[in-house]
Structure formats: structure tokens, C-alpha cells
Nanobody
């Protein structure tokens, strides 16, 4: 499956952005979809994930209460709503999909989208 991410940009601290990730084909129920980010000089880190079948969500501690991940089954899309953005949220954000029980490294990855938060 190919993933197409969109929605990055430049925003002031405290503002909001919404990222979307569209899958090229209908996603199967037995997958997770998630968002990762990589800041300059840092390793890629998990931000949020959602299990497609039941909507269970997972968040990094650093974004809990500020970010919300959701899915739209009809549009094969996962959205990351980011509120109360901080300068430390600046990074390239990637969406990914993997089968339940497999590793993210074995899944599909979209191209990155830049999020820049100015302080």
C-alpha cells in the first residue's frame, strides 16, 4: 500500500495543524496506522498510532492531550490533529502502516511532511 501524507506547514507556537495520510487502496482491518517524526539530529520517534479495526489509539507521552489520531474508513485516511503546538514538535512527520504482529520497519511508509513551529 502506498501512503500519501499532507498537511504540514509553518505555525506559531500554540497553534494547530492537521496532517492527513491517505492509503492508495482499501486498508485491511488487521493493521495499525501511525505517525512518526524525526527532528534534525534526532532519531525517528513514534507520535501516535491507531488500530484500524477497533479504533484503539496510542500516544507518545510528549503529545498526550495535545494530539489526536483518527481514521476515516470510507476515505482510507488517517488524520493527526495537532493542537497547542510547541517548538519541540518541529520535525518531519511520516505516516506508516503495518500488519498487526509485525514491525513498523516491515510496513509501508509515506513521504515526510515538514512541520515547523515558530516560538
Amino acid at each position: 500500500v502506498q501512503l500519501q501524507a499532507s498537511g504540514g506547514g509553518l505555525v506559531q507556537a500554540g497553534g494547530s495543524l492537521r496532517l492527513s495520510c491517505e492509503a492508495s487502496r482499501r486498508t485491511f482491518s488487521s493493521i495499525y496506522m501511525g505517525w512518526f517524526r524525526q527532528a534534525p539530529g534526532k532519531e525517528r520517534e513514534s507520535v501516535a498510532a491507531i488500530r484500524w479495526s477497533n479504533g484503539n489509539t496510542y500516544y507518545a507521552d510528549s503529545v498526550k492531550g495535545r494530539f489526536t489520531i483518527s481514521r476515516d474508513n470510507a476515505k482510507n485516511t488517517v488524520t493527526l490533529q495537532m493542537n497547542s503546538l510547541k517548538s519541540e514538535d518541529t520535525a518531519v512527520y511520516y505516516c506508516a502502516a503495518r500488519e498487526v504482529g509485525s514491525a513498523w520497519s516491515d510496513g509501508s511508509w509515506g513521504q515526510g511532511t515538514q512541520v515547523t513551529v515558530s516560538s
